[in-house]
């Protein structure tokens, strides 16, 4: 969801979030978007910062956005420490509750988050702000490793992949490969030709999804 204060974000996705919030977008905006994603047939969670949620109420949040027919929320400035209203109500809706870990995180952090999490684990592959990048980080293998000796939840990794040889890379390790910025960059990029935009945003998901599947293939030759 867009958000005036995206600080974890690199300047991809805060033009990106600047230009919804100018464009008028809310959150009622957002639900709607995630119901016509939803009718797909498509498990689909919402990614935000956690105050556009306070501001529009924990309890009601949850219950529009599973009435949407969302599957969950990645919250990833909402610590479990701090996530007791949040996962009440997620709870209450069946939810899926994901939290982010990080290189930097502890073996007793990790169990400690995996052990609130619903859904799967989202691992944060660099240290530093969103955006895409030209290779992937080497922490991001052993930070899967301890994580899944926490937890049986799959562990999807991101931050980071724009092609389809770094989702190859990463999908060789990692139960699911996330990407934001590059799809982000790829409509930006394209301005409001708008027909040019949907064909280069089908381009780059072919290209990572082709990427994630010859990983695949290779891990089972």
Not at 16 to 40: F, I, K, N, P
Not at 57 to 81: C, E, H, K, M, Y
Not at 161 to 189: K, M, P
């Amino acid at each position: 969801m867009p958000y005036s204060d995206p600080v974890m974000d690199g300047p991809t996705i805060q033009a990106a979030a600047q230009q919804a919030l100018e464009g008028g977008v809310r959150t009622a905006d957002v639900l709607r978007t995630v119901e016509a994603v939803a009718a797909t047939g498509t498990p689909t969670l919402v990614m935000t910062y956690w105050n556009p949620v306070e501001r529009y109420g924990v309890d009601r949040f949850a219950a529009d956005l599973a009435s949407a027919g969302g599957a969950g929320l990645i919250t990833p400035d909402l610590i479990p420490d701090e996530g007791s209203a949040w996962e009440a109500a997620a709870d209450a809706h069946e939810l899926d509750k994901v939290y982010l870990v990080a290189p930097s995180s502890t073996p007793d952090r990790i169990a400690m988050t995996t052990g609130h999490c619903r859904g799967f684990v989202y691992a944060t592959a660099v240290m530093g702000v969103t955006g895409a990048r030209t290779s992937t980080s080497d922490l991001a293998g052993p930070l899967v490793e301890r994580t899944r000796a926490a937890t049986d939840l799959p562990v999807g990794v991101g931050l980071g992949v724009s092609n389809g040889d770094q989702a190859a890379e990463v999908a060789a390790y990692a139960d699911g490969v996330i990407v934001g910025s590059a799809f982000v960059r790829t409509l930006l990029d394209a301005g409001a030709d708008r027909r040019r935009g949907l064909g280069d945003l089908r381009a780059l998901g072919e290209d990572l999804a082709a990427g994630v599947r010859r990983a695949g293939e290779r891990s089972t030759a």
